[in-house]
């Protein structure tokens, strides 16, 4: 079954730092996404992108924040210069809207981001 | 802003009880997803509900999706221990495409 990869699974990093985060969507999705998830809390929705731009973003997606699709298959989010609050699970979806789909999320298994 | 709240937070049940969990949004969906995360998992895609009043089952869960496209619940029969995890609603609001999860409810189920 076709599934979303990311990686790393874990980085640990030093306040300040820039971290990229990668994700493999689902081969035939269109739109991608990235939420993250602050221990025992909710899922946040950070941003969703299609056709190679983005389509939406919450005010957590602020200028620290970038997302990029290099080439034809991997969905990378960047943060810069990171803060102790950005520790968080981050996890990338991917979906495919259209006729006969439920336009469900399919979920990596999620990048854990630790900041020092 | 648009925002999706549900409740109870926690729900401890004995094993065999039933469970439910209710959503609210602030303002009409258009239409409402519900995710399963079990403790250090994924959110994995339950079910999605579009029309109103919407009724839809899966084998011992029972969702539906309010008259006014503002609420939905999750209803689980008899549970069990693979039940165990926390239930989230995610809706969509009209003119986006993004998800707006709900804060979660987790269950604990006792054998």
């Known amino acids: 079954e076709p599934e979303v990869t990311q990686t790393p699974s874990h980085q640990v990093t030093q306040m300040g730092q820039e971290v990229i985060l990668r994700c493999v969507p689902i081969?035939?999705?269109?739109?991608f996404y990235w939420y993250r998830q602050i221990l025992g809390q909710k899922v946040e929705f950070l941003v969703s992108?299609?056709?190679?731009?983005?389509?939406?973003k919450s005010e957590i997606f602020d200028d620290q924040f970038s997302v990029e699709r290099p080439d034809g298959s991997n969905f990378t989010l960047k943060i810069r210069s990171t803060k102790l609050e950005d520790s968080a699970m981050y996890f990338c979806?991917?979906?495919?809207?259209?006729?006969?789909?439920?336009?469900?999320?399919?979920f990596g298994e999620g990048s854990r981001l630790t900041v020092l | 802003g648009q925002q999706v709240m549900q409740i109870p937070q926690y729900q401890h049940v004995q094993e065999g009880e039933d469970f439910t969990t209710y959503c609210n949004s602030s303002?009409?969906?258009?239409?409402i997803q519900w995710y399963k995360q079990r403790p250090g998992g994924h959110p994995v895609f339950l079910i999605q509900?579009?029309?109103?009043?919407e009724v839809k089952k899966q084998k011992r869960l029972t969702f539906q999706f309010g008259e006014a496209k503002k609420n939905s619940s999750l209803h689980i029969t008899a549970t069990q221990t693979t039940d165990v995890g926390t239930y989230f609603c995610?809706?969509?609001?009209?003119?986006?495409?993004?998800?707006?999860f709900g804060t979660g409810t987790r269950l604990k189920v006792l054998a």
């Open positions: 081969s035939n999705h269109l739109y």
């Open positions: 995610a809706g969509r609001f009209e003119g986006t495409y993004k998800y707006i």
């Open positions: 509900l579009v029309k109103s009043g």
């Open positions: 979806a991917s979906s495919q809207e259209g006729l006969g789909n439920t336009g469900e999320l399919f």
């Open positions: 992108f299609y056709n190679n731009e983005i389509s939406e």
């Open positions: 303002t009409t969906l258009s239409n």
